[in-house]
C-alpha cells in the first residue's frame, strides 16, 4: 500500500473547473496575469484530484510533502517518488525520480 506523509493539511475543492468558474476564470483569462496566478495551484488541484481518484482505486493513500523531507522520514520505505508536470513525456532522473505528466495518469 502506497502511502505518503503530508506536511500539512491540503484543501482541495472537489472539481478545480468549479474554482476556475468561480473565480471567473476561462482558457483566455488563464493566460492573462490575473489568470496565471491561479494557474498553478489550479493544476496542483487537478493533480491532486486525479492522483486521489487513482489511490482510492488501489486503496492507498497519498499527501504532500516537499521531496527533501520524504526520503528522510520514510528511509527504505519510500518505494518511489513521482513529480507530477504539464510536460509530454515521462522519465526518471538521475536521481531516481519519476517525472511524468498528468495527461499519462489517466491513461
Known amino acids: 500500500m502506497l502511502e505518503v506523509v503530508q506536511q500539512a493539511p491540503k484543501h482541495q475543492l472537489a472539481d478545480p473547473a468549479l474554482a476556475a468558474r468561480l473565480l471567473g476564470l476561462s482558457a483566455t483569462t488563464l493566460a492573462t ?15 491532486t484530484l486525479t492522483v486521489r481518484v487513482a489511490a482510492q482505486a488501489a486503496q492507498a493513500r497519498v499527501g504532500h510533502l516537499p521531496r527533501p523531507w520524504l ?37
Not at 496575469?33 to 493533480?47: H, Q, T, Y
Not at 518505494?79 to 505528466?101: E, K, L, Q
Open 33 to 47: 496575469p490575473r489568470g496565471a496566478a491561479m494557474a498553478g495551484p489550479l493544476f496542483e488541484s487537478l493533480a
Open 71 to 107: 526520503r528522510g522520514l520514510l528511509g527504505e520505505a519510500l518505494v518511489d517518488a513521482v513529480v507530477i508536470t504539464t510536460g509530454t513525456r515521462a522519465y526518471r532522473r538521475p536521481d531516481g525520480i519519476a517525472v511524468v505528466p498528468l495527461a499519462l495518469l489517466g491513461a
